[in-house]
C-alpha cells in the first residue's frame, strides 16, 4: 500500500531517512496518506501459490543465512520501498530472503539475476532483483547499547532470558521513550516517541533484537507492555476512551509525569 494521491503523508516512502521521524518503510504506525487497511472477511491464507512457496522456504532460508533475533525483520526494513511495497506480504518476505542469502554469500547477485529472468511466475517474472537497492546494515556503536550482563544459559532455544537484576519499573509507574540514539533494528515504534504511557504489566525478560539483528550481543532486558491514550499518541481527533498497549524494552524507557 502506497500514500493516496494527494493525501497528506507523514511518510513517504521514497523519502524516508534513518533517524528520522519516520525512520523507515516498516514504521508507518499514525502516519496519514495510506488510505484505509484493506479487509476481506474470508481472507484465504494465501492468495496464489507462489505466497504458500515462499511461506515455505522461510526455514530453509533462516537456517542458511538470518539466525539472530530482529534480523530478518531488519532485512525487511532496509528493502527499497518498490520491493517493501509492491508484492505484498510474502513478495515483502521474498524480496528478505534474496537479501539475506546474498548476504551471507549462499547466492550470488548475478546468479539471483538471472534465475529471476528464468523465472516461470508471470506475476513476479519481471521483479528485478532487490539486492543492489536495499540499504546496507548500518554499523552500530556498542557504547550506545545497553551493557551485556551474564544470564544462565537459557534451557531451550528462544529468546527469554532470567535476568537476576530487578525491573526498573512497576506497574502504574509512568514513562516515556525518548528517540533511538542511532539508526538500525529497534522494536520502538515512532509514533509513541516522546509520549507518556502507563506500565500494566511486565513480560519475562528478553535479548535486545537492537543488538543481536547487529550481531553486537544478547544485552537481555525487561520488557514492559505499557499503555497509552490514543488522543495522547494521536491529538483529539483520535478514538476518544481508547488505549493503545506496545510492548517495550526496558533501555526504551525513562520515568516521566507526564500527563496523558
Not at 516512502?13 to 518503510?25: A, E, F, L, Q, R
Not at 528478505?96 to 549462499?106: D, I, K, M, P, S
Not at 509520549?195 to 533484537?209: D, I
Request: hydrophobic share 35%; proline share 12%; aromatic share 10%.
Amino acid at each position: 500500500m502506497r500514500p493516496d494521491a494527494g493525501e497528506p503523508s507523514a511518510a513517504d516512502p521514497n523519502s524516508i531517512k534513518p533517524n528520522s521521524t519516520w525512520p523507515g518503510v516498516h514504521d508507518l504506525g499514525g502516519a496519514r496518506g495510506w488510505g484505509s487497511v484493506p479487509y476481506e472477511s474470508d481472507e484465504p491464507s494465501f492468495h496464489a501459490a507462489w505466497e504458500r512457496r515462499v511461506f515455505g522456504l522461510l526455514g530453509a532460508v533462516t537456517a542458511a543465512s538470518a539466525q539472530r533475533p530482529g534480523e530478518f525483520r531488519y532485512a525487511l526494513e532496509r528493502l527499497h520501498p518498490d520491493d517493501y511495497f509492491d508484492h505484498g506480504y510474502y513478495g515483502r518476505w521474498l524480496a528478505g530472503f534474496e537479501l539475506l542469502l546474498a548476504e551471507y554469500g549462499v547466492i550470488s547477485p548475478d546468479e539471483m539475476a538471472s534465475a529471476l529472468n528464468r523465472g516461470a511466475n508471470r506475476e513476479l517474472q519481471h521483479r528485478s532483483s532487490p539486492i543492489g537497492r536495499a540499504a546496507p546494515t548500518f554499523a552500530r556503536d556498542p557504547a550506545l547499547l545497553p551493557p551485556d550482563v551474564p544470564v544462565p544459559p537459557p534451557q531451550h532455544r528462544g529468546v527469554r532470558r532470567d535476568l537476576a537484576p530487578e525491573p526498573r519499573f512497576a506497574v502504574g509507574d509512568r514513562v516515556a521513550a525518548p528517540a533511538a540514539p542511532q539508526p538500525g533494528h529497534t522494536r520502538l515504534p515512532a509514533y509513541v516517541v516522546d509520549k507518556p504511557g502507563t506500565v500494566v504489566k511486565l513480560h519475562p525478560a528478553e535479548v535486545l533484537p537492537d543488538s543481536t539483528a547487529h550481531d553486537l550481543g544478547e544485552r537481555p532486558q525487561h520488557v514492559y507492555c505499557v499503555g497509552y491514550d490514543a488522543q495522547t499518541l494521536w491529538g483529539d481527533n483520535a478514538e476518544p476512551n481508547t488505549s493503545v498497549y506496545v510492548d517495550l524494552y526496558e533501555c526504551y524507557l525513562n520515568p516521566t509525569n507526564g500527563a496523558g
